[in-house]
């Protein structure tokens, strides 16, 4: 017997509708690339989205069709999210940091239809119009700001002035193609995410639950993670869900720009890579600064260093959320979480609890097995691969590119390894690709980068598997060192002593000016690999 409820499709469009219904003046701040700040609404933004939808109309795009964008995180680029996925477009987020051979190969595999831009990226979209196939180009500027181009490009705000505010949104089947976005194919070519109606607005509700992001229509959100890394990690539905202030900071994601609008604009809950952090930490150190709006930070993307944590929550009274996700999951996997009976522990005691990934949010199954396909023990200390299911989980790649990828129980194998604690909750031990194997047993890279990110003189740090004939392989520690006096390799080991198992002492250190980072900020393992391959590591 079925139930007798009504069918009410779960689109992303009607989360912008009841935003601009209940909320229409909470403000959305912008910091525009030339550093002024921006302010409009959700009732603004809404009827901009539903011009942009016009707009899109009249170009000829219908559901189903791709529209690309490159920009920064904005107002504007939220009403082009909102009017193309409300009429059944599909959303496509391109990485600016991407190279542009890779960008090009991206946007003519999605076969983007339309390109809305930031003024800033004209170079680049220069630079690969030759080998893409884009019809429409249009650059995120008024009249007055349009740059000379050779693209035929639209200004943006000329062309939704042009259309009407009542283009009708939904309409279509809530399992309709939402969005894209490619994972970064540090493994042969870029795989794409296609996103539906249901598993973004779903995705989204977990998002802003207690345990996650824990967002109400009180708070100021900042996603200072990039709309083109899978999402913002559902802040652009999931601020518009829950009815917040938002505020956008654009390509200014250096310390001072980030302290600035967290202080201004009073914000009580971001989000971002650590890597981004540890600049902002700085900057806050170096000119004792304090973080007085600011109540909970979401951390993931990499591994959550303890210094970070015990900084954001000793030093700034500032509560951390560690988060697990991919791309291929919308992309939160899961989340940090402190056993109830530790709930008012002080911090030393919750710390391995909060440094680990976590448990799944409801929505998503998460189990570790090990090689002979058995699932592994809580508690047991053992590690294994990483599996997922559920309901903002990807099926299969855009285009069918890698072929199937789930087993016959629906799990999808992330590629990372994690072992799981007495509690149920995932502490990750290192993704399968960078897993250093020396005399047959693993040792974790993330738990040694995270032993010597506790040095306060290092600044970033990198593991990395090197060749070694007696075991197979052995760890090389790359090291960023902090501003001023450099450790030396004597005080390091001596720090590691006794914070690590004696045979997981590197063998070698490498100190570097910047470890390179990738296209979302995530350090570039392929690259120092490369660079140790070819001695550009030089020894200290
Ligand atoms: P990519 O890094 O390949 O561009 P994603 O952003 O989808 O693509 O990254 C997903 C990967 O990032 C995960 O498979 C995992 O290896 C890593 N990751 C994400 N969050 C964490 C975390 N909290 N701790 C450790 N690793 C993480």
Redesign the pocket.
Known sequence: MLGLMQDWPLTVDKILDRAARYFGDTEIVTRRTDGSVHRTNYAQVHARAKQVSGALKGLGIAAGDRVGTLAWNGARHMESWYGAMGIGAVLHTLNPRLHPDQLAWIINHAQDRVLIFDTSFLPLVEAVRERVSVEHYVIIADAAEMPENQLDAICYEDWIAAAGVDTPWGGFDENSACGLCY????TGNPKGVLYSHRSNTIHAMMAISKDCFDLGSHDTVMPVVPMF??NAWALAFAGPMAGAKMVMPGPGLDGRSIHELLTDERVTLTAAVPTLWMGLLEYMRANDLALPWLKRVC??????PERILRAFEEDYGVEVG???????CS?I?SVSHVPRDLADAPLDEVLPHKLA?GIPLFGTELRVIDKAGEPVARGSGDSGNLQIRGVAVVSSYFGGEGGEILDTDNWFD???LAALDAEGAIH?T??SKDVIKSGGEWISS?DLENAVLSHPLVSNAAAIAIPNEKWGERPLLIIQPEAGPAPTEEELRSFLDGRIASWWMPDEFRFVEAIPL???G?VNKLKLREMYADGELAAI
């Open positions: 994972t970064s194919g540090t890394h899978a951390i993931g993307g990499s591994a959550l560690h988060a697990w996700g991919m791309t291929e992309p996997g990934q992330t590629g990372d990750l290192d993704r993330i990738g296209a979302t995530k």
